[in-house]
């Protein structure tokens, strides 16, 4: 499973695209909950949203190893 | 992504207003909006000398393309072009134009504020602020 990094998200993992192999996690709400475990530093910032195949996804949302998944800081655009 | 309806980009050059303005234009329409965010000098009190934009560039043209569609369907209006700047973007210049075109002026200035707000709020681009005394990634920290 990769995961794409964004903004302040790519600071705090130091990577553009993270690599999970072996358990992924299964659902948004999990991969929610093994990012903060990971990197500690997703504790300090404003909550982040997870896209799955370029959608916002709810933590319900079901994850597959060929999804295309990111992390959505909060966006600052315009 | 460019339709005859919609022209939405996401460019590392400088953005054209003459582009928007042109893609925008209708011989049905006699209301033209352009909305044009530029980079400003300050920030809560401190200095910025320039920002730099990072782009989910597949997802924002979707998220902008929502967008797009929905001051189609909902505003009214008849031609929308949204040009959003990525990389390094100095003072004065553009970081986002907005160009919309309707028959009459009303629907044109509310789809334009409706669209700049709606961008602001859900498209996957993010700003990093550079200050005199350092950076960081706007709306990131509590």
Known sequence: MEIKCFGIAKEITASS???I???IPGDVKSLKEWLKLKYPAFNNINNCLIAVNQEYAEDTVALYPTDEIAIIPPVSGG | MKSNKTDIQILSTPLSLDDCYNFILDESCGGLCLFVGTVRNHNKGKTVTHL????YEGMALKELAKIAATAINEYGVKHIAIHHRQGAVGLTEKAVIIAVS???RKAAFEACEFAI??????VPIW???FLLDGSHWVNARP
């Open chain 2, 117 to 122: 707000a709606a961008l602001k709020e859900r």
């Open chain 2, 127 to 129: 700003k990093k602020e």
């Open chain 1, 17 to 19: 695209s993270l690599k």
């Open chain 1, 21 to 23: 192999d072996g358990a």
């Open chain 2, 52 to 55: 730099d934009f990072e782009a």
């Open chain 2, 102 to 104: 309707s028959v009459h």
